[in-house]
């Protein structure tokens, strides 16, 4: 792991593989960390450079500077423009699930030029509502993230994953409990904000993107009205999954991810 300055503030990111391949970012969910892309990468690193990072305030990324204000979908681009920068890349593919895929939504909306290729998984161009962003938000901040790791970390995962993997839970949950509250909170107060609803037409980049049966937080229909939002890309629903299919079933969404990366080598 490595750690770069960005507006004053260390984000941690890893830099895997040859640097002469395509550049690919992998931008990973809400109160997670860039863990969750960890068994993709023997599959990956054959063929990509593979570039992960921790939001602010997860994994080992700095918090969000309490006098930073709110935190927008541009300054999360803003860092994943930078990374790539610093890997040397003029262009990269891009992936994101969850506010991972909020992110790509704002590079295909502001930096298309960048993009070889965007795979938007288990996320929405509206995610949720205002209210229940705001609630949240207000809930971390009062009662902080152990206490509604509970609730939230069984929604990840299939009820079949978590039968047959019990550790699976308590592992996240210990690692969510770990995530800065503030940041946190200002990310679901970002979320509650993001519409991308008649920005992502129209730019000229290939767009795939995957969800999962289970998913509670951002259902099929979520991701069906995202995919008319992106001039009609083509959508997979993995059957039998919920929220977080990188963790889930790493070695379907590795053989999805190689077929269509290598179709828009760029």
């Not at 969850?98 to 509206?126: D, F, K, P, W, Y």
């Amino acid at each position: 792991m490595a750690f770069l300055n960005i507006n004053g503030r260390s984000v941690a990111y890893r830099l895997l593989g040859e640097a002469a391949n395509p550049l690919v970012l992998l931008a990973h969910p809400l109160g997670m960390t860039q863990a969750v892309w960890d068994d993709l990468l023997p599959a990956l690193l054959p063929h990509y450079r593979v570039l992960t990072w921790d939001l602010p305030g997860h994994g080992a990324s700095e918090a969000w500077p309490a006098d930073g204000g709110e935190i927008n979908p541009a300054a999360l681009a803003a860092e994943a423009l930078a990374l790539a920068d610093h890997a040397g890349a003029e262009r990269f593919h891009f992936v994101g699930t969850s506010i991972g895929g909020v992110v790509g939504q704002q590079l295909l909306a502001a930096h298309a030029e960048r993009l070889l290729s965007t795979v938007l998984t288990n996320t929405g161009a509206v995610i949720g509502t205002p209210e229940l962003w705001t609630t949240r938000a207000a809930r971390v901040r009062d009662e902080g993230l152990a206490a509604i790791s509970g609730e939230i970390v069984p929604r990840w995962f299939s009820a079949r994953r978590l039968e047959a993997e019990p550790a699976l839970e308590r592992g996240w949950r210990t690692q969510m409990a770990r995530t800065d509250a503030e940041s946190y909170a200002r990310l679901c107060e970002m979320l509650g904000r993001s519409d991308f609803r008649g920005t992502l037409g129209g730019r000229g980049v290939p767009v795939r993107l995957l969800g999962g049966s289970e998913d509670v937080a951002t259902p099929p229909e979520t991701l069906q009205v995202l995919a008319v939002e992106c001039d009609g890309a083509a959508l997979e629903v993995l059957e039998g999954f919920a929220h977080v299919p990188s963790v889930e079933d790493p070695d379907a969404v590795a053989q999805r991810l190689l077929r269509w990366l290598a179709a828009n080598a760029g």
